[in-house]
């Protein structure tokens, strides 16, 4: 007894719960670092984008400059998400997979003056958007309207024609924050997910918790201390990895007939 006491980093705690819990709290702080970032930094306009973004808004502003304006009157300083392109209210705002929200009209608009080349880049942080996500208000999924409409059909031609790109090891792991949540909203939202795929990340969760708390480790704790921690993280965010690669392609499927 004396001998397994020892062991122990804190007395009458095991250390696979040290473990489990030390992996949850530092998930949440790379979490919350991210999003203090993404916000310092989301109505911020990267300089190589500027010129198109001002074209864009010009562009905006021939197509229907009073419509925004209005935009902007009715939704000053209502607490709302803010559009870095038009600089007003997000209307029926999409959200790119680095974490960046704009008007759903707005980035559509941002995209096809690009002469539809290609998957572009975020206006804000120049990383490739490969996939657009919904962030509509309860009240824009409620209302129909041309402009919803519209919204929907582009984002699913954008997520059809440029989420299954190829991307790096980097690239996934810096989608992590933004996919997993939206996951997690629309797991818990009614006529969200479906039911087959809320199963199998429930089957995925149980299985990496099982595996954190089991004795049976690639890398056992007991005979490597620490360093024995690491194959705990590589199944953590090998999971994670996986179900944002679920939750991309279930998206990238979204409006197919």
């Given at each position: 007894?004396n ?10 705690i095991g250390?696979e ?25 989301g109505l ?6 500027v010129?198109?973004?001002a074209?864009t808004?010009e562009?905006l ?12 009157a009715?939704h ?12 007003g ?7 790119t997979?680095c974490g960046?929200?704009f ?8 995209w096809?003056?690009q ?6 880049r975020?206006?804000?942080c ?8 919904l962030n ?7 209302h ?20 299954g790109?190829?991307r790096t090891i980097?690239e ?9 949540r ?6 818990f939202s009614?006529?969200?997910?479906m ?5 199998r ?7 990496a918790?099982v ?10 704790e007991?005979?490597?201390g620490?360093i ?6 590589f ?9 944002s690669?679920?939750?991309r392609?279930?998206?990238?499927g979204?409006?197919v007939?």
């Open positions: 007894m001998d397994v006491r020892k062991k122990n980093l804190v007395e009458g250390n719960v040290l473990y489990v819990l030390f992996t949850i709290l530092a998930g949440c702080l790379a979490v919350f670092l991210y999003f203090h970032r993404r916000q310092r930094l911020t306009i990267h300089p190589d984008s010129n198109n973004v074209t808004r562009q502003q021939t197509e229907g400059g009073q419509r925004g304006s209005q935009r902007r009715n000053a300083n209502d607490g709302s998400l803010q559009c870095p392109i038009c600089l209210s997000a209307a029926f705002a999409i959200e997979n960046h929200v008007c759903g009209h707005c980035m559509i608009t941002y096809e003056h002469t539809w080349l290609g998957a572009v975020c206006p804000s120049r990383t490739q958007v490969s996939l657009l996500l509509f208000t309860s009240e824009e999924h409620a129909e309207s041309d402009e919803r409409r519209e919204v929907i059909t582009k984002v699913n031609q954008y997520n059809r024609r440029y989420s790109e190829a980097q996934y792991l810096q989608d992590l924050p933004t996919l997993l939206h996951t997690f909203h629309e797991f009614i006529g969200g997910l039911w087959m795929f809320r199963l990340i429930v089957i995925l969760v149980i299985a918790f595996y954190l708390v089991s004795p049976l480790d690639i890398l056992p007991g005979a490597f620490i024995g921690f690491l194959d705990d993280i199944i953590i965010l090998f999971i994670a990895v996986y179900i690669v679920l939750y392609n279930y998206v990238a979204r409006g007939i």
